[in-house]
């Protein structure tokens, strides 16, 4: 004789508390700076950053759209990090773990097929009147010359120190070199005749 068959009770799925979403946003922002600070680009997914953050997958399409939305959230979050460090006419941006990780990160996700333009940010605007007066040069015009030197410089070394195999004597040399020609600034702009 057979028995018959018990049904198999689930038990009820416990809910998650709802985070709001200014919570649940910096948990994703940060377990994806860890993710990305701690493994390759391509292993910082979705599923493993919402699970460091202890939250639903979906919460980084309710939250940023996209994992293209997070990154470049992350982007900023990490050049604002690295900008409350810098001092106006300081040149220590380049060694910044988060400016490194930050151009390492928007490299990789323009070679991904991501439009460059969303990353367009002018973080660096309110340092241009200490700037001036720290280099003690007149015009705007030197002033966003240099800047956007600095910046192609820095993220040139961002994305390619490693690969080329830059030692830390060629880099203190680089640096070195650039800190002379910060300081010629005001004389370059009197060459130049933008010093009006």
Same mark, same amino acid.
Request: aromatic residues 8%.
């Given at each position: 004789?057979?028995?018959?068959?018990?049904?198999?009770?689930?038990?009820?799925?416990?809910?998650?508390?709802?985070?709001?979403?200014?919570?649940?946003? *910096?948990?994703?922002?940060?377990?994806? =700076?860890?993710? @990305?600070?701690?493994?390759?680009?391509?292993?910082?997914?979705?599923?493993?950053?919402?699970?460091?953050?202890?939250?639903?997958? &979906?919460? =980084? +399409?309710?939250?940023?759209?996209? !994992?293209?939305?997070?990154?470049?959230?992350?982007?900023?979050? #990490?050049?604002?990090?690295?900008? +409350?460090?810098?001092?106006?006419? +300081?040149?220590?941006?380049?060694?910044?773990?988060?400016?490194?990780?930050?151009?390492?990160?928007?490299?990789?996700?323009?070679?991904?097929?991501?439009?460059?333009?969303?990353? *367009? &940010?002018?973080?660096?605007?309110?340092?241009?009147?200490?700037?001036?007066?720290?280099?003690?040069?007149?015009?705007?015009?030197?002033?966003?010359?240099?800047?956007? =030197?600095?910046?192609?410089?820095?993220?040139?070394?961002?994305?390619?120190?490693?690969?080329?195999?830059?030692?830390?004597?060629?880099?203190?040399?680089? #640096?070195? !070199? @650039?800190?002379?020609?910060?300081?010629? #600034?005001?004389?370059?702009?009197?060459?130049?005749?933008?010093?009006?």
């Amino acid at each position: 004789m057979t028995t018959p068959k018990q049904k198999t009770v689930k038990a009820p799925r416990t809910p998650r508390a709802v985070v709001p979403a200014a919570e649940a946003q *910096n948990r994703l922002i940060e377990a994806g =700076i860890e993710m @990305l600070r701690e493994y390759p680009f391509d292993q910082a997914t979705a599923r493993e950053i919402t699970k460091r953050a202890g939250l639903a997958l &979906t919460t =980084i +399409s309710r939250n940023f759209g996209s !994992m293209t939305g997070l990154f470049n959230q992350v982007s900023k979050v #990490l050049m604002n990090n690295a900008i +409350s460090r810098l001092k106006p006419t +300081s040149l220590t941006m380049f060694a910044d773990p988060d400016f490194i990780l930050r151009n390492r990160l928007i490299a990789w996700m323009i070679a991904e097929g991501v439009d460059p333009k969303i990353f *367009n &940010t002018e973080n660096s605007d309110h340092f241009a009147p200490e700037f001036q007066i720290g280099v003690e040069v007149k015009s705007d015009r030197t002033t966003v010359a240099w800047q956007i =030197i600095t910046q192609f410089a820095g993220q040139g070394f961002a994305i390619f120190s490693e690969v080329r195999g830059i030692t830390n004597a060629q880099i203190d040399d680089c #640096l070195n !070199m @650039l800190r002379v020609q910060r300081d010629k #600034l005001p004389e370059l702009e009197r060459e130049l005749g933008w010093a009006d």
